[in-house]
């Protein structure tokens, strides 16, 4: 079973205190691709550092949307700059987070703006973050797709089945994370049963939310596997063919991690 995390954070306390551990561990359980990344700009070098020394890490450019003002003049120039480098394959994360508020909403719209705008101009795929802001996400994204050249993925979906519908009607993938294997996720399971096989991906969003059984520990991406595992119960599938149909999605989508390994 060959699987891709599509979103981690190999960088962040947990994991970069023993990256090739961490790293040597995924690929053990057929982990064969893993996109790292990143939060704030101060990472960026790092995170592409990683996919440097590792054939099958990739990495991406973006500020979380806790991070907008403390980004106040970052614009789409300097996105686009650095995801002029090879390895870098996405946009992101970037999005809403109205849950926490972290940062300012206005200021969180633009950074938001920012993103997509680098997206239309890098030609690379949107990261989406979104957490109780669906209003807002589905409208910025609608109006992005209406204006051409933007594509993506809803990370760590925990959204409603309205804005995964909207989401996939916008063309952007559905991706899910260990919070799909959780009790209290029975809305995401339902949603999970029905998403489309050719817009879906997996993903462990680790160092956090470790799925069942390992919930409560350091989330790695070796765990992807158990999400994988619970998504195809869930679907009435095999295992091995959700893993094939989710890296099959993973490069489809990230092109560039495609033409990479084509060449």
């Given at each position: ?10 960088n ?10 961490v ?78 508020d ?15 705008d ?29 204006r ?87 679907r ?28």
């Amino acid at each position: 079973m060959k699987l891709i995390d599509s979103h981690c954070h190999l960088n962040y306390e947990g994991l970069v205190e023993r990256q090739d551990e961490v790293l040597s561990a995924a690929r053990e359980r057929g982990v064969g691709g893993f996109l790292n990344i990143s939060t704030r700009q101060r990472e960026w070098n790092d995170v592409i550092a990683v996919a440097e020394r590792n054939a099958d890490v990739w990495a991406s450019v973006g500020v979380h949307p806790h991070e907008a003002d403390a980004h106040p003049d970052l614009g789409a120039s300097a996105l686009v700059e650095a995801a002029n480098h090879p390895r870098v394959i996405a946009i992101g994360e970037c999005g809403l987070d109205y849950f926490y508020d972290k940062s300012d909403r206005n200021s969180q719209r633009e950074r938001f703006e920012a993103h997509i705008d680098a997206a239309r101009q890098s030609r690379l795929p949107l990261v989406v973050h979104t957490r109780d802001a669906e209003e807002d996400t589905a409208e910025i994204l609608g109006e992005a797709v209406k204006r051409g050249g933007v594509t993506g993925v809803l990370h760590c979906f925990t959204g409603s089945a309205d804005l995964a519908r909207k989401g996939l009607d916008f063309g952007f993938f559905i991706s899910l994370s260990g919070i799909v294997t959780f009790k209290n996720a029975q809305d995401l399971q339902e949603t999970a049963k029905w998403l489309p096989a050719d817009q879906m991906l997996v993903e462990t969003d680790s160092p956090f939310l470790a799925p069942v059984p390992h919930r409560g520990q350091k989330c790695e991406p070796a765990f992807v596997a158990e999400t994988a595992t619970f998504v195809a119960g869930l679907r009435g599938e095999a295992a091995e063919q959700l893993a094939e149909v989710t890296t099959a999605n993973f490069f489809r989508l990230f092109t560039r991690a495609s033409e990479e390994a084509a060449a």
